[in-house]
């Protein structure tokens, strides 16, 4: 424990020293990119009848799904057309479910270092003469949703107030991007309330809150699902522990199933070997988006450190349990107080919860110190608790 105690100090240390110096450098980031923005569109003439709404949420899936329960309210309130500008992994979400918007503007993210792919971009999004954009991250990417809404000219540009972003709030060098900043006086809360916050302030309104599973008509098989991948290694559990954990649980299912994209297959593949059972299914790198939201939403149960699978869980009603290393547990995971279904989250022993604090320094050290005894007590917790085990 003192060990892991000591690495946790040096890595906070090192989190610390590498966000000021990525501080400095967003604001020259951010000079730059605007430059490029205000060359791409300086002879694109700008029009007197401004029309339409953008909406410019270029976030991966989990945020997506987060976000997706405060569409109708959009639906209901926007000046149209709506335009809807974001991540292109949405993209079979919003065909298949929340198709809301009159046109879409797709996102290849791993372009957006091609000055070529994103002039383009800002001249396509300059060109929709609208007359609202909306960035509603509470975290806002400056370099990528800022730029895009900057590059809209529109004559209201709705963001969060930079002084409430979570890693860079002193971004000076934002002051064009937007008209108007949201203000908050809650510090922290669940991602999906706040959402809701977002868009109540944006249109004066009162929409219902209230927790409703997109999907809670799945018929549920004595089934466990694994997504043992995040989208940072100091979330990622070590493989040793989900094999040694899948073999004393094996018993209380019919079958456990394996769900991730590409970056999970290396993992999976060696999970199942270790495990070396019929009950085992690897489904890693085989499915799509939606396939997933069907495969979480008939099983009993999940298993997972935070990603989006989370949200998945939750929306499609099924009993959740997350191996956390405690980064914005209050933001992204804190769901048990408003759903249904049952949502538990295993922290590192060291770790102190704060409903009012996010804690932004952490290390893979963190999560690797959660044991196996614990993540399986919660496990068998939930299965009792649910009468089904």
């Not at 963001?159 to 949201?182: C, K």
């Not at 006086?185 to 959402?195: F, T």
């Not at 649980?249 to 297959?265: C, M, R, S, W």
């Not at 349990?321 to 279904?341: C, D, E, H, M, T």
Request: aromatic content about 10%; some cysteine; charged content about 25%.
């Amino acid at each position: 424990m003192a060990f892991n105690q000591l690495k946790f100090v040096f890595s906070a240390a090192n989190q610390l020293l590498r966000r000021k110096l990525a501080a400095a450098k967003i604001n020259r980031e951010i000079v730059k990119e605007m430059a490029l923005v205000d060359s791409a569109i300086k002879d694109i003439e700008i029009k007197d009848n401004k029309k339409g709404t953008v909406i410019i949420k270029c976030d991966d899936i989990g945020d997506f799904l987060i976000w997706q329960y405060v569409i109708p309210e959009i639906e209901k309130q926007a000046i149209r057309p709506i335009t809807f500008i974001g991540n292109q992994l949405v993209k079979p979400l919003i065909e298949n479910w929340f198709d809301f918007a009159d046109q879409y503007i797709w996102i290849d993210k791993s372009k957006l270092k091609d000055e070529n792919y994103k002039t383009d971009l800002y001249k396509k999004i300059r060109a929709l003469n609208s007359e609202v954009a909306i960035e509603p991250m509470f975290t806002r990417n400056y370099l990528v949703d800022d730029m895009l809404i900057y590059a809209t000219a529109a004559n209201e540009r709705i963001a969060w107030s930079r002084h409430l972003h979570t890693y860079y709030p002193n971004a000076n060098a934002i002051d064009q991007v937007t008209t108007r900043e949201i203000e908050s006086d809650i510090k922290v809360q669940l991602e999906y309330l706040r959402n809701f916050e977002f868009i109540s302030k944006v249109y004066n309104s009162q929409p219902d809150s209230t927790y409703k599973a997109t999907f809670p008509s799945f018929g549920k098989q004595n089934r466990l699902v694994i997504v043992p991948v995040a989208n940072t290694k100091s979330r990622y559990w070590p493989v040793e522990n989900f094999i040694q954990l899948i073999k004393e649980v094996l018993e209380k299912f019919d079958q456990i199933l394996l769900l991730g994209g590409p970056n999970a297959i290396e993992r999976c593949d060696l999970i199942e070997k270790g495990v070396n059972s019929p009950k085992l299914l690897n489904m890693s790198g085989k499915t799509s988006i939606t396939e997933v939201v069907a495969f979480v939403g008939e099983s009993k149960l999940m298993l997972c450190p935070d990603t989006f699978s989370v949200h998945v869980a939750t929306m499609t009603a099924t009993d959740v349990v997350v191996i956390s290393n405690g980064n914005n547990w209050q933001r992204f995971l804190n769901y048990a107080p408003y759903v249904k279904s049952k949502v538990e989250i295993v922290f590192h022993p060291g770790f102190k919860p704060d409903i009012n604090k996010v804690k932004t320094l952490y290390s893979s050290a963190e999560i690797k110190s959660i044991s196996v005894s614990a993540v399986k007590e919660r496990l068998l917790k939930v299965i009792e608790s649910s009468g089904k085990g």
